[in-house]
């Protein structure tokens, strides 16, 4: 057997993977789309469709759910600020972990103030963070429910419920806003995945759908 | 513009995409491999080139570097038990995602508690989580002293150091146990991926290099 015992070993090979690297091999940019809006808005939903497509157009894409991460990394964190803070930069640095693998990342969280929500986009560069305000009443939002959760926060129940005991601050220069209230979820993807094509040429064009 | 009030846009067309569907996108099983064993025993520099044989073998592969995370997701965790035991959970965590996201996962961390990694072993499937004890003396790694931190714990002016006023427990059962103080890198990154190509059959053989 070989005795290596020296440093020059130990420095042997470093990884020389970039993201660029990675992003050449899957044929396309990696980014973030950050989605953010009130429960009940539409995030997840959307997410879910939009990834479904860019993974059917072969995108190596991924989708960090705000509910997801609560049952795994963030389930240590509680929902008073600083772990609604430490929740999102969290996610905002797993994301990041992923665009470094050139995957493209849809990230779905209420993420309901402006300051956490630039603190997860000062993490990338310039143009690989997407801001999608998934906007809809708050009516519209009550009236769906769709975990009951609004009717536990009239009563009391749940405390610190963005929209009801707790602001939700409107994203001031989203890349992208959709209104849940107006489109169906297939024209929010439809919005989306275009400002992808057209805006930020995520997809060449290489025999697939178009987008 | 179409109104959509109700509940069931909110559940309109969730993921549908698999783990199972992703390995089979990238043609290759999705794992973790865990590298755990003192500072300077080589887990880092055997994972980045362990990466670079895989990546030219066009299996989907990211390293998580304990070092690296620290600077990201765990930059606001301590060498003390506790924030040791979060550190290695959260990365376990993200390791789970990215196996989910049908990557191979490199993890190299000291980890140096049998408990700890149990608990990030669990989180996995039975053969998703292999475990390589990157065994080296103490001496060795004191000579190679790549980053001059044992020369640093030796004088006090760093506490809590594997090895020196900390334990390292050595892993009971790992799948690969690789001994840096006789086998070159190469020798120790045919093994792994060996193990991975017979074992795990990790890589279909695909025209490419067999590994």
Known sequence: ???????????????????ESRQKKHKHKSLIIWFTGLSGSGKSTIANALQ???????????????DNLRHGINKNLTFTEDDRKE?????????KLFVDAGIVVLAALISPFQ?????????????????????????????????????????GEIKQFTGIDQPYEVPK???????????SIEE????????????????????????
């Open 115 to 155: 300051e956490d929500r630039m603190n997860a986009r000062i993490l990338f560069e310039v143009d690989e963070f997407i801001e999608v305000y998934v906007k809809c009443s708050l009516h519209e939002c009550e009236l769906r429910d769709p975990k009951g959760l609004y009717k536990k926060a009239r009563k």
């Open 52 to 66: 479904n497509k860019l993974y059917e157009n072969n995108v190596s894409v991924y989708l960090l759910d705000g």
């Open 87 to 95: 929740n999102i930069r969290r996610t905002a640095e797993i994301g």
């Open 173 to 183: 220069n989203p890349e992208i806003i959709i209104n849940t209230n107006e489109l």
């Open 188 to 211: 929010c993807v439809k919005i989306i995945s275009s400002y992808l094509y057209e805006k930020v040429h995520l997809m060449h064009h290489k025999g697939g759908d178009h987008p």
């Open 1 to 19: 057997m070989k005795k290596n015992n020296s440093n020059k070993n130990v420095i042997w090979h470093q990884s020389m993977i970039t993201k």
